[in-house]
């Protein structure tokens, strides 16, 4: 369902195309349900709780678009359109920015795959890029120690886990840093914020939320629950 109106200045892109191998067979990944509606339901509802959103352009998979934009719903004021992604993430985000309307200078790339992010969080990272940075991600600190190593399974270094973070989403950029990030882009990469340092630009940490957690194997569908039972604020 498309509606019109804007409500604030950021438009979030939600990557929703990919086929989850890892969370099992069935239906695309986006679309596994849990507590009663598909994990991009959810992503979407959340998104969408955040007063500086006032766009969101869901990347469908394939062959599933008409059906997704017939079923999401989101507030009055909040502008929805839903477009079919492509083969790689990366493809599907592209063309998501491709159909942000004009106005939005804040673009927050997100996956559906962290569908119980919360909307404080989306406004943490909006604010940051508002401030003037030209890209910011959410982090958490890594409490595992972590090794490097090589083709045959040696480790070849231990980098000191105080300088390490794990990266989420939603990711925020200046608009004209995403697009030219994008249309620069030399090779692939599975987070947006990389394309940004290809092209020498700085990226800012802030921090991230517990609840931002990305549903990637079947075990993470029974902490996804828990989270569902948390309406957005």
């Not at 890029?129 to 070849?156: C, E, F, M, N, S």
Request: glycine share 10%.
């Amino acid at each position: 369902m498309t509606t019109l109106g804007l409500r604030g200045d950021v438009a979030v892109l939600v990557a929703a195309a990919g086929l989850g191998v890892r969370l099992g067979a069935g239906s695309p990944k986006a679309l596994r349900r849990v507590s009663g509606a598909s994990l991009l339901e959810h992503a979407v509802r959340r998104v969408a709780a955040s007063p500086s959103v006032g766009c969101i352009v869901v990347a469908a998979p394939v062959g599933h678009a008409d059906l997704i934009d017939k079923n999401l719903s989101v507030p009055p004021a909040v502008r929805l359109l839903v477009v079919e992604g492509g083969a790689t993430r990366q493809a599907s985000v592209a063309a998501a920015l491709a159909a942000v309307p004009d106005g939005f200078g804040i673009i927050l790339v997100h996956d559906a795959a962290r569908a119980f992010a919360p909307p404080e969080l989306v406004e943490r990272v909006a604010a940051a890029v508002r401030a003037g940075h030209d890209a910011v991600v959410p982090v958490l600190p890594v409490v595992d120690t972590i090794k490097q190593v090589d083709a045959d399974g040696y480790v070849t270094a231990t980098p000191p886990r105080e300088s390490l973070r794990t990266v989420q989403t939603p990711q925020g950029f200046r608009r004209s840093v995403l697009e030219l990030a994008h249309g620069s882009a030399a090779g692939a990469s599975t987070d947006d914020a990389t394309l940004v340092e290809w092209i020498g630009l700085r990226v800012l940490c802030v921090p991230g939320s517990e609840a931002a957690l990305k549903i990637t194997r079947p075990a993470d569908l029974v902490t996804a629950e828990q989270f569902a039972a948390v309406e957005p604020g």
